[in-house]
């Protein structure tokens, strides 16, 4: 994973954050040894404390590859919740269900195939959406996740600093550059469409590969 932050907060988050639970800790192991593009303790801990602060009861997932971002938010969810996981590839969510099958909580839905038209096929409301497919889909993905969004439901989206892009490059591509290549004109133009819509409040937050969080006003 190719971390935003430097050695020395990477090393204070690590002190920092509570012990995550045993099964995050074997699919964080998982993970990295499969070299597997997750988003890592840190971003799971907030994703936590984000379906935290929302309340949330239902999460919708664009891009859940074996389940890790939904095991971190499935800690925060009621028993009675659910989770939707989408991906492309059926055995990423095999095995998906084998680990979250270890682990108690919200139902879990795992739908092979596009997101997108996945989403579609879904009534709302979500009170979490995480968007971490296709980087050029993000936009098209928080327009239509718009109306199936709680008010106060979040859209957390990962890789707006770094993984596929690098932060420099997404810098001055919202500075007016000609972006260098496709994702990061796709970035840039998610960080600029979050950040301009009054529908909505936003923070880009430096941990793991950088993350947006926007709030439904
Ligand atoms: C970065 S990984 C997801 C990681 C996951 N959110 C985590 O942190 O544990 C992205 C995944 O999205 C899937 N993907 C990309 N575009 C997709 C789409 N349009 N529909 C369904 N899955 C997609 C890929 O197959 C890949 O497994």
Known sequence: ???????????????????????LR???EYGREQEFP?????????????????????????GSGFGYSAAWFRTALPADGDIVLTDYDESNLATAREFLDRQDGATAH???GDAMAT?????????????DHDKPLYVEAFEDARE???DGGVVVADNVMAGPVE??????ALDGAEPVDDHTEAIAEYVAHVRDDPGFETAFVPLGEGISVSVKR
């Open 1 to 23: 994973m190719n971390r935003v932050l430097s050695d020395t907060i990477d090393a204070l988050l690590d002190a920092a954050n509570p012990e995550p639970p045993e099964l």
């Open 26 to 28: 074997e699919m964080t």
């Open 38 to 62: 997750i988003v890592g303790p840190d971003v799971g801990q907030f994703f936590r404390v984000a379906a935290t602060l929302a309340d949330a009861e239902r999460v919708f997932e664009f």
């Open 110 to 112: 795992y739908e092979a």
């Open 119 to 131: 989403f579609e096929d879904y009534d709302g409301p979500f009170d979490v959406v995480l968007l």
């Open 148 to 150: 199936k969004l709680a």
């Open 167 to 172: 932060p420099e490059n997404v810098t001055a």
